[in-house]
């Protein structure tokens, strides 16, 4: 079997986070930074960046053949997790899905929502910017986010504190994927 290396992937991802329904940067400009204006970096990962998509079938069965006869698709899940580095207020409010801030001459705060579990949450968007084969780049845009994990800031003697992140992709509607990929290809 011949390995074609420059299909071979090995490099850090780089992440945005924008508003829920942020201008996306056109497939075009694959190779180039999002505005600033409409996406913050997060700043640095440790362990990578994984883009994950989790797919569940319901089997067709009938009585007169032993084997499955079909599938259909039950259930979608697509993730990107992290740990972020930079254990900023700013990427604490995001884990935690937002917040309340405020800042003043030599400091800011933050207190975490508590409100309702009726209340909507606020959805961002996420930008991951990563490679591609061919030493190019790949862009997976997550439309509607929210973190469904556990969030935990570690203060160790020995360990760096990072904030664990695992942003779920959410339904948008019927005319928009929740999830765009792009690679580049030139």
């Not at 090995?10 to 694959?30: H, M, N, R």
């Not at 929502?113 to 961002?124: G, I, K």
């Not at 760096?160 to 992140?165: F, K, S, V």
């Amino acid at each position: 079997m011949a390995v074609n290396t420059n299909n071979l992937i090995q490099g850090p991802a780089t992440l945005y986070q924008g508003v829920f329904g942020a201008t996306e940067p056109a497939d075009s400009a694959v190779n180039t930074t999002p505005q600033a204006s409409a996406w913050t970096d997060l700043g640095g990962t440790q362990d990578g960046v994984k883009f994950g998509g989790d797919q569940t079938y319901g089997e067709l069965e009938v009585d007169q053949i032993t084997l499955r006869v079909g599938s259909r698709l039950t259930k979608q899940d697509f993730t990107i997790e992290t740990s972020l580095a930079e254990a900023t207020l700013e990427n604490l409010a995001l884990t935690l899905n937002g917040g309340t801030t405020a800042s003043g001459a030599g400091w800011k705060s933050f207190e975490p929502n508590v409100t309702s579990s009726a209340t909507q949450p606020n959805y961002f968007a996420i930008l991951l910017d990563g490679y591609a084969p061919q030493q190019f780049r790949r862009r997976i845009i997550g439309r509607r986010m929210l973190n469904t994990d556990s969030v935990e800031l570690a203060y160790t003697k020995d360990k760096q504190t990072l904030i664990p992140a695992k942003f779920a992709v959410h339904y948008v509607s019927a005319g928009i994927a929740p999830i765009h990929i792009v690679d580049q290809t030139a």
